[in-house]
């Protein structure tokens, strides 16, 4: 079946620093792959996606590229800032447009 | 444009207690629906979804059940909670089949829930 896999956290940084989230997933076909974040306190909102392999999602200063060869969609930003700290959320689209989510990876970022 | 609506924000209730959680849409018509759980510590669950009126797909046995009265009212109830219902219960809706862009999934500000 489907499924994600993000890399464990807490992730913390330094303001400034490089900023990499595992994601790989397991799925028949090429699913549209997302990127949520979850900031303290609120919902979710969509950070960005990429629709088909190759495709690279970008928003805000994060970027992730879709890779069908390692079935993977690792979420980069050059330059973290305070204000990313939040809760990062991969998923794949799954049958009836439904989302599965990975377990979630949450970034602190200090000054 | 479009909005979610939940609420309520914040809620306690006693084990046993019924529960009755809302969310509306406003904005769009005919959209998907769904309810989502996140427990303490862990990743988000679907629990349920829903592509028209009266329309209900379950996604994992559990004490809830969910309802879809009116085009964009999704409710998500129990008759007696339990402890293991406590957790942070997420509506989204996404454009329905005549709608476009199904993929994107549009989240509420959420519910808490502390069963005791």
């Known amino acids: 079946g489907n499924s994600v896999t993000q890399m464990e956290g807490p992730v913390t940084l330094s303001e400034e620093a490089f900023l990499t989230i595992n994601c790989t997933y397991t799925a028949t076909g090429y699913p549209s792959l997302f990127w949520y974040v979850q900031y303290p306190g609120e919902g979710l909102q969509l950070l960005l996606k990429a629709t088909k392999a190759d495709d690279k999602g970008s928003n805000k200063g994060f970027e992730a590229t879709y890779r069908k060869e390692t079935t993977s969609f690792h979420l980069e930003k050059g330059s973290v800032q305070v204000s990313d700290s939040a809760v990062y959320f991969c998923?794949?689209?799954?049958?009836?447009?439904?989302?599965?989510f990975g377990a979630g990876t949450r970034l602190a970022v200090h000054p | 444009s479009q909005t979610i609506h939940q609420w309520p924000a914040t809620l306690v209730q006693p084990v046993g207690s019924p529960l009755s959680l809302e969310c509306t849409v406003e904005g769009t018509s005919n959209p998907n629906l769904y309810w989502y759980r996140q427990a303490a510590g862990r990743g988000l669950q679907l629990l349920f979804y829903s592509v028209g009126i009266g329309q209900i797909s379950s996604e994992v046995p559990q004490n809830l059940s969910a309802s879809r009265p009116q085009d964009r009212q999704f409710i998500l109830s129990s008759k007696k909670l339990l402890l293991s219902d406590s957790g942070f219960y997420l509506c989204?809706?996404?454009?329905?089949?005549?709608?476009?862009?199904?993929?994107?999934?549009?989240f509420g500000p959420g519910t808490r829930l502390l069963v005791l």
């Open positions: 998923a794949l689209r799954g049958g009836y447009n439904k989302l599965i």
């Open positions: 989204a809706w996404s454009q329905g089949l005549a709608g476009g862009n199904q993929e994107t999934q549009y």
